[in-house]
């Protein structure tokens, strides 16, 4: 008898099991896509095991995907555009958060996160989360555009961090006419055909006192000060403040030989200052940090900021569970995990920038709240990928010298109205 | 027909039937929808398809950077294909008069056409490096901008190519020259043949059909060359390395817009037909079987 009650109980539970069980309680699963964090140590898998523990009956998958951004990219778009519930909670670059919120792929958390959720955050980080009237995301982690310079010397010419890049260019030549050292470079940026290079000419644009997009979402407004800014980069080449290679250069080219003290300046994002000085860096302790320059007669330089966003699918079957994984990596504890020593990264929650441990973690965090809370994001607006891969190839032509920045700028122009005028 | 050639002509199609229905699902199926996209204006970001017709082509005509996009494929594949040719029947001969080594000689070679091309463009990639690469290095030290500069970033791209299919040709060729019976050799030597004349009469003349097949591969491969210079320049410097196929990668799938790109995509596939059909043409004029 006990034992046919036990029978009984047993098929009840497995009954029990195959029915769906109601939403918010019953073991859920979610699956979490992100890029692949470089780096010595990956936060990730701690912080999932430590939000699981926080919410009993939610398992969270990560599943990582590879670390080229364009593969990244491509993925997402493939499996939302199919209308996927495979995954619910996924990483965003920075720049592609207008266009999936324009597709409908994203699940607008305007309803669950009020503004006072994303106030502790850097407002770069936030504008590019907030477009239109939603909220497509939550700020995870930040890259800003910064001005490294051999501190050492300029010390020994009496020189401090220069305000405008026409000082730079003056300090340059005073620190080779003194080394005499032919190997030592002037200033060093990212100038290959690819997003860095757009990065590094918004922000002379923005030095110069103009901007990609008008307020009104005109393309280009001043044309005038855009093209004497690309100018002025092809100058820096020209006059050899910058050696000819720059035009080929990308992060890592450029990083290098400033770490291997062969040039004054270079213009990077916080991870370099990481590996500037690691105990065997020749100039580990000679690097300071300054924002990037202004131009005279333009304005004060803002770095550009980039970085990844936490969002989530629309097609998710537990809103409720990514919602709460989506707060969890983005609040204070969370983002500690990624101020860690050994972490690559950079949170985007400005208190952290002062907190004992982080600075412990990266000497550099005081330094770089300040610039991280002056920068800019890239313009915020769905079109921005195909602005961007339109705009490389005329900015490198102007770079290398094979068309006058004037024409490039004007090819662009009228290329972007033509894609543009194709998709309204 | 007798009821035997039928029944042959029966068990034939009954075992070229699979062969035909998957390439007709992966082949012929993709490029007709690619063919149905290219007549439509579709970006799924934007929520937008709609039938355009001919739209994407006549833009096409008119757009300076889709010329330019068919110049650096048309004088990539030219240099790069002449090149891999000329030195692969050279070192095939050179192979074929070593006397000791030759296994070595061999396996070296194979190494660079074995290397996945994205390696391939990595390893280029720090051979060109301004100041550390050992190009400039055995150039004298001189700071030459190999990939930043547009005059010179295209020949670097050729010469990496050449590097990595050379071998697949000497291969072929070296093959091919083990074929050949040494009495001919020995013929034209009692004959009194120069070595000149024996290389221009006897030894070109039978690897031609060889290097005809070389020849088909090789144009095809480069005409829809994209590994090398999508991770080398990005289509960079002011986009003198941008070729066809990075042009529709670009339009396809960083941008999305899949009708465009199709668009570049099909005149991309009705270039690689034209050439093989000239090809095949060339080859039968020649006596091989296709």
Known sequence: MIRRAGLLLALAALLGGCAEPPAGSGPITIVFKHAKILGSLDPIPGLLREFERRHPGVTVRSEPLSWTSDEQHQFYVINLDGRTPSFDVLLLDVIWVPEFAQAGWLLDLSPWVMPEELAPHFPAAVAAATWGHGVWGMPWNMNVGVLYYRSDLLAKYGMTAPRTWEALVEQAARVRAGERDPRLDGVLWQGK?????????????????????????????DPERAASALGFMRGLVERGVSPGWVTAGDEELTR???????????????????????????????????????????????????????????????????????????SDYGQRAIAAPGVALYPTRAALYHDAAAVRAHPGMPRF??????????????????????????????????KRPEQALAYARRRLEYMLSGLR | MTARQRADRRAGLAFAA??????????????????????????????????VGLDHFVF??????????????????LASVALELTLGVAVALALQRQRSGRRLALSLLLLGWALPSVVTAKLFEWLYHPSAGLVNVVLGGHAINWLGDPRLALPG????????????VALLCYARLLTIPIEVYEAARVDGASRAATLRSITLPLLRPILLIALLFRTLDALRAFDLMFVLTGGGPANTTETLTVYAYRSLFQTLQLGFGAAIGVVVFALVMAVAWAYLRALRGAGVAA
């Open chain 2, 157 to 168: 791209l050729v010469a990496a190519d050449v590097w990595r299919t050379m071998p697949f």
């Open chain 2, 18 to 51: 699979p062969a035909m229905l998957a390439l007709s699902a992966l082949a012929a199926y993709p490029a007709l929808w690619v063919l149905w996209l290219s007549l439509q204006q579709r970006v799924p970001i934007f929520g937008i398809a709609r039938f």
């Open chain 2, 60 to 77: 096409l005509a008119g757009d300076a950077r889709f010329w330019n996009a068919v110049r650096v494929t048309l004088v990539f594949t």
């Open chain 1, 256 to 330: 290098r030989p400033f770490g291997d003290g062969r040039a004054v300046f270079v213009r990077s994002w916080p991870y370099a200052l990481d590996l500037f000085e690691t105990p065997d860096s020749p100039v580990r302790g000679r690097v300071g940090i300054a924002a990037l320059p202004g131009h005279a007669g333009g304005a004060a330089g803002a770095g550009a900021t980039g970085g990844f966003h936490l969002a989530v699918n629309r097609r998710t079957r537990h809103p409720d569970a990514a919602i709460a994984l989506v707060r969890f990596l983005a």
């Open chain 1, 193 to 221: 055909q690819y997003e860095g290079l757009v990065v590094n000419t918004l922000e002379h644009f923005w030095a110069s006192g103009t901007s990609l997009l008008g307020d009104d979402g005109r393309v280009l407004p």
């Open chain 1, 369 to 402: 709240h300040d610039l991280a809370l002056a920068a800019r994001p890239r313009p915020v607006t769905p079109y921005y990928l195909m602005m961007s891969t339109t705009l490389q190839p005329e900015f490198s032509a102007a770079v290398v010298g094979v």
